[in-house]
């Protein structure tokens, strides 16, 4: 971002403790229970710093200043947007504010952050083992910051219990262990607890917006304005200026055409700990924004708010539509999933039986959440261009060994995708070999000598296209040697179901196998040809991808206590091709628990001296199994065309679409208390307030 105010952040704390859970010193013994005891003899002369955890007071005059180099606390400031909002605000017929607030969150995977650092001063070899879903990106950091040589560093991420974009970045624990395993000679571990996870792992979302959406009386949107503030917390993470900016701004319209857009955004440093990616990172905000506006828009008015929807929907498209910010959704065809979602749920009796259970005192309502969102992170071209200092391509090295088995190398760290399932899939029905032939090998930065790594639903997007292209090398090798052992033309040679033949002879085929032992030992190889069989690709894709959808969530809330229980949930997506459906909807119904944890439970919450109030399970809520329904799921299919594959990326969607979907119901169930707003999460105690009229 333009002007950001990079401020030092150290891996210890120097003169000053800007939050709760800034480290401020290391204690290194030979067993937890000595490091523990020793870590209550470290004395620290604090004096004690007024805090600042509001961040619209934050930067207001007076207000205690995290960092001299940020004055007000401003962190960045940024615009984006299209058309003229001015104009289509002056002749709009109809004119709608609304404050939301996204509130903060706490990521919460079932896994923590672990780091073991073990340094061989014969070889000047420095590995670490750490749970991150961006290994040579650490190894990279790592080198930089430590001054160790980066092609002595070897990172391993061994298979990750969760990560949701909390662990994207390099931290200061891995910092700390690799240099005390330098200087000791002795290997270091260190392993975070729940409440360290709470209070210094990164959290999420945290965004106020002041909103504004305009048009006409006929349901018409003309114009949508946006100014937020996003908290980044006390430094920033490594991504953080991003998520409001770039993942917020860039698609606040939707998949609406909404041709003037004016969005500011405002990132301010606060007495709390960092904020950066959570799983969605900046489009379950934007999506909550136009969302939310939209059923303000429709009360407004007296339409529904699917009619509204549906109104404004952008026409079907297969190749590329611009939008006002400027980016390009790839293909996108919307109202079918809209109507699939309306008939799963019965749009129509349900509103029949909401207006009998309110005759009864039961208060029904049900909430939509019509999404677009951007994915298959990401073109380089475009990530320099907004300031990414990193490549957003993915590698994928295939290696035929001489037996037929073969070997799968992706730079698409796993954090419980399901990666070595869908990427042996895909590998298989390219070379037509069976699954249990191929090995998938990731997370190890001595093993796979490229990579990017796991985040923004860019896995098999881009990861699976490079596996892709170095399939597509392979067999065109392997039709070489073919031709050469079947005393044919390549050109004449049928590659089909794992065999390969000359055309119209299928009788003489070759198998795979045979194949792959000739490329290695064949007496006699093709002119041109080098023994072995085995191609590397980088895939950089030509655009993001752009997954689309409605959710739809059916609530009852209790008129006495404001308790609010989710009936019914329902997700219609459209994520391009697919290669699992099982492992996608895994996927869509993970994220639509995290996204339903929002909106009825979930908030992270600090008192004015920057004290963590919920720093543990037992006062941040998170969802359990008796808290969700059954999730009905659907899908619809629009290929994408910016990859071979046609995919389009599915980590993310559920929460983006969930939180909104069901805050619209809760809205909606509390229209006979003449309730037009709420902001999450939506407990029984702020329910039952607004019931009450407070």
Request: net charge negative.
């Amino acid at each position: 971002v333009p002007d950001t105010k990079e401020v030092p952040h150290p891996p210890l704390a120097v003169d000053k403790v800007r939050y709760t859970g800034d480290a401020v010193a290391a204690v290194i013994a030979d067993s937890p229970a000595a490091a523990a005891d020793a870590a209550l003899l470290v004395e620290v002369d604090y004096e004690e710093l007024d805090a600042v955890v509001d961040m619209e007071k934050a930067i207001q005059d007076g207000q205690p200043q995290l960092h001299d180099d940020a004055p007000n606390n401003i962190a960045f400031e940024w615009e984006v947007g299209g058309g003229d909002f001015a104009a289509a605000a002056s002749s709009a017929q109809v004119k709608v504010t609304e404050r939301i607030v996204n509130q903060r969150l706490i990521p919460n995977s079932m896994e923590g952050r672990a780091v073991i650092a073990d340094f061989n001063p014969g070889t000047n070899q420095l590995t670490m083992w750490t749970s991150s879903q961006i290994p040579h990106l650490v190894r990279l950091l790592l080198a930089l910051v430590t001054g160790h040589p980066e092609h002595q560093i070897r990172v391993i991420s061994p298979d990750v219990g969760g990560g949701f974009g909390s662990k994207l970045y390099l931290y200061a624990e891995e910092v700390i262990a690799s240099i005390a395993a330098k200087r000791l000679g002795k290997p270091i571990k260190w392993i975070e607890g729940r409440q360290e996870n709470y209070l210094a792992t990164t959290h999420g979302r945290d965004h106020i917006c002041e909103a504004e959406i305009v048009g006409n009386s006929d349901g018409t949107i003309t114009g949508l304005r946006v100014d937020v503030k996003a908290n980044m917390g006390s430094y920033l993470s490594t991504f953080a200026p991003a998520i409001p900016t770039y993942l917020f701004g860039l698609i606040l319209v939707g998949p609406y055409t909404i041709d003037n857009l004016q969005c500011s955004v405002t990132g301010v440093f606060t007495s709390t700990t960092p904020v950066d990616a959570y799983r969605g990172a900046g489009r379950p905000e934007a999506t909550y924004v136009i969302e939310r506006m939209l059923d303000r828009f429709a009360l407004e008015i007296g339409m529904d708010p699917v009619e509204v929807r549906r109104k404004n929907l952008i026409p079907p498209f297969e190749d590329g539509h611009t939008i006002a910010t400027g980016v390009t959704y790839d293909s996108g065809n919307y109202e079918p999933a809209l109507d699939k979602a309306l008939e799963m749920v019965g749009y129509e009796d349900f509103r029949k039986e909401q207006a009998e259970a309110r005759e009864q005192g039961r208060y029904l309502g049900i909430g939509l959440s019509t999404y677009v969102e951007i994915c298959g992170m990401a073109p380089s071209a475009v990530a320099y261009t907004l300031g990414a200092r990193a490549p957003t391509w993915e590698s994928a090295l295939v290696r035929v060994h001489p037996t037929g088995k073969v070997t799968v190398y992706t730079g698409a760290a796993s954090t419980g995708q399901g990666h070595d399932t869908t990427f042996a899939q895909l590998t298989s029905a390219e070379l037509g070999i069976p699954v249990e032939d191929i090995e998938i090998i990731h997370g190890d930065t001595d093993k796979v000598q490229m990579g990017v790594g796991t985040f923004g639903s860019r896995s098999v997007v881009v990861g699976g296209s490079a596996i892709r292209m170095s399939t597509d090398k392979i067999k065109e090798k392997a039709k070489r040697v073919a031709a050469n052992l079947l005393e044919a033309a390549p050109e004449d040679v049928v590659y089909e179901n794992g065999q390969m033949f000359v055309q119209g002879a299928p009788a003489e085929a070759k198998t795979f196998a045979e194949i792959a032992l000739a490329a290695h030992w064949y007496e006699s190889m093709p002119e041109g040809i080098e023994p072995g069989l085995e191609a590397t690709s980088v895939f950089d894709p030509s655009n993001f991808t752009w997954p689309f959808g409605t959710h739809i969530a059916v609530v009852e809330v209790d008129g006495e206590t404001g308790d609010t229980k989710l009936l019914r949930y329902i997700a219609v997506d459209d994520f391009g091709n697919i290669i699992n459906p099982m492992i996608v909807e895994g996927m869509v119904q993970g994220g639509v628990v995290q996204g339903v944890g929002q909106a009825l439970q979930e908030e992270a919450v600090y008192d004015d001296n920057g004290q963590l109030i919920t720093g543990s399970m037992a006062d941040y809520a998170v969802p359990n199994a008796t808290d969700v329904p059954n999730i009905e799921t659907a899908l619809t299919v629009t290929p994408s065309p910016t990859n071979s594959l046609g995919v389009k990326g599915a980590g993310e969607a559920g929460t983006i679409a969930a939180s909104p979907a069901v805050i619209n119901a809760v809205v909606d169930a509390l229209a006979p208390f003449g309730v037009k707003h709420m902001n999450m999460p939506a407990k029984a105690e702020n329910v039952w307030r607004l019931i009450n009229g407070g």
